[in-house]
């Protein structure tokens, strides 16, 4: 049961700055890491690892500052970009591996229990070249808790994953903070897996903190142009582009409305429902079918707009250049840069 | 007013596209290719034929009565081994230094490694006797410290080391370089020490390149000749060797050959031949065979 406490955070790597970043980890909490890349995700977590020195600020655990630690000391399960297994060696063997650094009585057992957990038990003596991505991403997970760590922290775990490996990596997340009692960081570019097994939220952009959110708050009120897309806002207009000439009205109406970095909305639906607020014409560029609706791009001022035709849509579909109508609900603007 | 037609804007099953044109290769273009390739293996493999065929097969093997003949491959093969030692020792720490560390004057290091490639081995020796004549300083440390030079083994392993180790250099600095870094830092993260991560990651990893760096290394300091010319042409015993006074196959065959004595400059050469072929053999079988650690875990092909 340990707590981490990262304080005014700041390192430098080749000419990238990174910090301050501040971050609070009760046991068992899960804080996903997003932002575009280049935002300094990697960065603060090879920080906190140990591989990159600390410039500023400090790095608590339970209290204790390990800033200057060295990697090994510091009882973190580091699970890198591309997962860093060995590839001379087995499931088994890379599973082992922290054992035997440690000379820990009782590693067969143990070893054969997390072979078990991860359903690893067939896979054992296979070397991680002849493994699926799932497989791999299960043998990198079990290495790391056999090292009994105080803070996982993953980089991009879902990278390279089929769906159904995706499903069951989650569960295998669900099931380790049960399990484990640790807290968990990961760097992830996916919303379904930072919603799904998240409850903090920090987005870098930059180098920078963000700012940090719950699941709430991050829908609500997402802090910048890669948070609403992140969390699923199909329309999203930074301030540059609304503020390009020639004026539109649609880009007027917008910019009058959006915040220091611009403006995220849902997409409208079609037909428009009615409203006070005015009505937009825009020229189909795609159309595209899916389980929520018909998806509609349109091009109205210069600007893509997305729509949504809410199912059961009547054929025929808007068809290429087809003129379509659509209300943008001045109550489902997000403007951009406001803090939360 | 038509309806949306998906088919108008995804016609990649379009029935009408043309069958595909199966790719040929030109019959002239074939045998451009064999002919040139089979040139170059015919000169590879003409001189050593003639080799072989030149003297007798029994005068091959009755060389091996010739106790001068068998003092002289076994030092050279006890040399060129000391050799590859100081190539372990010296050339693969060299070799990791450049491949993990930035430091300013990297590049000359670099063009350094690349020198003794370049420079004719005779001038490699003419350097090297220079340093070492009578008079001095090196001269004077080494004859203290009871390590001669000149016309001994130190000199021979001296020469080898200079002209061979630079494919252990470089090819352990692309094997180091190759082990991916994230690897390295999982193990750390998992409680290895710097130097645990080196042994059980870093080393095991990059084993295969460098022990094809040390093969080269080998071959190249068992045929050298040019430098030992001028360095040491006899090898009087003192040092790491007690044997009697004998001298390195390439020089022994290049006296027969100076005296006129052919059949016997042919038939050494192709015993020496055999033992070569036969080291070379047997690493690259321990190699295909898998019980050399470098193998696990690769897909096989």
Known sequence: ?340 | MGGFDPGRVADGNSPAAPPRRRWRTGPYWLALQLVLSASLLLLFLLPIIALFTYAPVSRIFSELSNAQVREALWFTFYASGIAVLGAVLFAIPLGYVLARRRFIGRSVVESLVALPVVVPHLLVGLGLFFLVIPGTPLYHLTQALGIPILNSIGGVVLVMVFVSAPYTVLASELSFRAVDGRVIEASRSLGAGAATAFLTVTFPLALRGIVAGLLLTWARAVSEIGGLLIIASFVYPGGLYSGPVTTTVSIFVYNLFGQGDLQDAAAVSSLFLIFAFAIFLLVRLGERSGWLPWHRGELSP
């Open chain 1, 1 to 340: 049961m340990t707590h981490w406490v990262v304080d005014e955070l700041e390192t430098d790597l080749d000419h990238f700055h990174l910090g301050p970043v501040d971050l609070d980890l009760a046991p068992r909490r899960a804080l996903a890491v997003l932002g575009p890349s280049g935002a300094g995700k990697t960065t603060l977590l090879r920080t906190l690892a140990g591989f990159l020195p600390v410039r500023q600020g400090r790095i608590l655990r339970d209290g204790v500052e390990i800033s200057d630690w060295l990697p090994e000391e510091r009882g973190l399960g580091y699970v890198p970009q591309g997962l860093g297994l060995f590839p001379h060696r087995t499931a088994e063997g890379n599973i082992r591996y922290p054992l035997e650094l440690r000379d820990s009585p009782g590693a067969d057992g143990r070893v054969r229990e997390l072979l078990e957990r991860f359903h690893l038990t067939a896979l054992a003596r296979r070397y991680p070249a002849r493994l699926s991505g799932g497989e791999q991403q299960r043998v990198a997970i079990a290495r790391a808790i056999a090292a009994s760590p105080e803070l996982i922290v993953w980089d991009e775990p879902w990278q390279a994953l089929d769906v159904q490996a995706r499903y069951e990596l989650g569960l295998v997340f669900h099931e380790l903070r049960e399990s484990e009692r640790v807290p968990v960081i990961v760097v992830t570019h996916d919303p379904t897996l930072a919603f799904s097994i998240a409850d903090a939220f920090v987005v870098l952009g930059n180098g920078r903190v963000r700012g940090h959110y719950d699941a709430t708050s991050l829908l609500r009120a997402p802090p910048d142009a890669f948070g609403a897309r992140f969390v699923g806002f199909e329309n999203v207009y930074d301030r540059a582009a609304l503020e390009a000439t020639p004026r539109s009205p649609l880009r007027a109406w917008l910019l009058e409305r959006a915040g220091p970095d611009g403006v995220a909305l849902t997409a409208p639906t079609h037909p428009a429902p009615s409203g006070t607020d005015p009505l937009w014409e825009g020229t189909v560029r795609s159309a595209r079918p899916g389980p929520f609706g018909l998806t509609v791009e349109v091009l109205a001022d210069d600007l893509l707009v997305t729509l949504r035709v809410p199912p059961p849509w009547s054929p025929p579909l808007p068809f290429l250049g087809e003129r379509l109508r659509f209300r943008v609900d001045s109550a489902s603007l997000h403007p951009l840069g406001t803090p939360p």
